[in-house]
């Protein structure tokens, strides 16, 4: 069964594909820490740049190390997927809501 160049003999995948995506994430996330301590922009395009290192930082972990792409059968995980994305982004508009007006029930 040949699975392509990115799996082993076994099925396994192979270490640089892990090498790859742990690189990804060290480096996306020096940069958010980097752009969060220097302060060099306003807050505004700093929060835009966060959440766009953020969503590239979700697509790694997604597609390097959870293999969202491979499997048999249904695409079950990809319903799942997302489900588990809409009640998350829900999750945070509720907080920024909830952030932002908080002040008006008094």
Do not use: K, N
Not at 83 to 91: D, K, P, S, V
């Amino acid at each position: 069964m040949e699975r392509g160049a990115q799996t082993t003999q076994h099925g396994h995948h192979s270490p640089t594909l892990y090498i790859v995506g742990y690189v990804l994430s060290l480096v996306l996330t020096a940069i958010s820490f980097v752009l969060a301590l220097t302060h060099a922009m306003s807050l505004g395009p700093t929060m835009w740049i966060l959440m766009i290192l953020a969503g590239l930082q979700i697509l790694v972990q997604l597609f390097f190390f959870m293999h969202v792409t491979e499997g048999d059968g249904p695409p079950y995980h990809s319903v799942t997927l997302l489900i588990g994305l809409i009640f998350t982004f829900a999750i945070c508009l509720m907080s920024i809501w909830i952030m932002t007006f908080h002040y008006q029930s008094y």
